[in-house]
T-cell receptor
Framework: GDSVTQMEGPVTLSEEAFLTINCTYTATGYPSLFWYVQYPGEGLQLLLKATKADDKGSNKGFEATYRKETTSFHLEKGSVQVSDSAVYFC??????????FGTGTSLTVIP | DAGVTQSPTHLIKTRGQHVTLRCSPISGHKSVSWYQQVLGQGPQFIFQYYEKEERGRGNFPDRFSARQFPNYSSELNVNALLLGDSALYLC??????????FGNGTRLTVT
């Protein structure tokens, strides 16, 4: 079945450091891929998405490219800020709009 | 525009009791999905409803049930609560051309 494997955390970075959170997926069809972010005490917020191979999703300085050949959708940001501290979830959406989430990666950015 | 709203925000129940959680989708969204998020894990799919019909069901026991109303709001019911049902229950709404938009969830504690 469809699934997502996500880099385990927690991840601690200094402000302005480069961020990569790895995500790989297994899917039988042609899913859409997403990154969601969850701040403490809140629900999930969509960060970015890509709907087909080679698409690049981007938002708030974060980027991820849908790589079909490596079944990956790694999240990157060139310079993290303290306000980026949160839990990040990689997700796969199948054609029926059912979503499969990774286990989440906690990011802490220190000044 | 109002986002997805869920009620209550927090709930404490005793083993064996039942609980009803409520969700109002974003205006114009006809699909509602329910997810269970256990502490430290990613959300797990429970149900999806579209136009009042069940469109998908995750791997949850029959103690879990849901329904969608003509105004597209939804209820999730859990009977015979177990300690392991303690989790954050997330509701998400979507339209055919949009990804999931999540509410802030209902935190259920079973004692």
């Amino acid at each position: 079945g469809d699934s997502v494997t996500q880099m385990e955390g927690p991840v601690t970075l200094s402000e302005e450091a480069f961020l990569t959170i790895n995500c790989t997926y297994t899917a039988t069809g042609y899913p859409s891929l997403f990154w969601y972010v969850q701040y403490p005490g809140e629900g999930l917020q969509l960060l970015l998405k890509a709907t087909k191979a080679d698409d690049k999703g981007s938002n708030k300085g974060f980027e991820a490219t849908y790589r079909k050949e490596t079944t990956s959708f790694h999240l990157e940001k060139g310079s993290v800020q303290v306000s980026d501290s949160a839990v990040y979830f990689c997700a796969l959406g199948d054609t029926g709009n059912q979503f499969y989430f990774g286990t989440g990666t906690s990011l802490t950015v220190i000044p | 525009d109002a986002g997805v709203t869920q009620s209550p925000t927090h709930l404490i129940k005793t083993r064996g009791q039942h609980v009803t959680l409520r969700c109002s989708p974003i205006s114009g969204h006809k699909s509602v999905s329910w997810y269970q998020q256990v502490l430290g894990q990613g959300p797990q799919f429970i149900f999806q409803y579209y136009e009042k019909e069940e469109r998908g069901r995750g791997n949850f026991p029959d103690r879990f049930s849901a329904r969608q109303f003509p105004n597209y709001s939804s209820e999730l019911n859990v009977n015979a609560l177990l300690l392991g049902d303690s989790a954050l229950y997330l509701c998400a709404s979507s339209s055919p051309d949009s990804p999931l938009h999540f509410g802030n969830g209902t935190r259920l504690t079973v004692t």
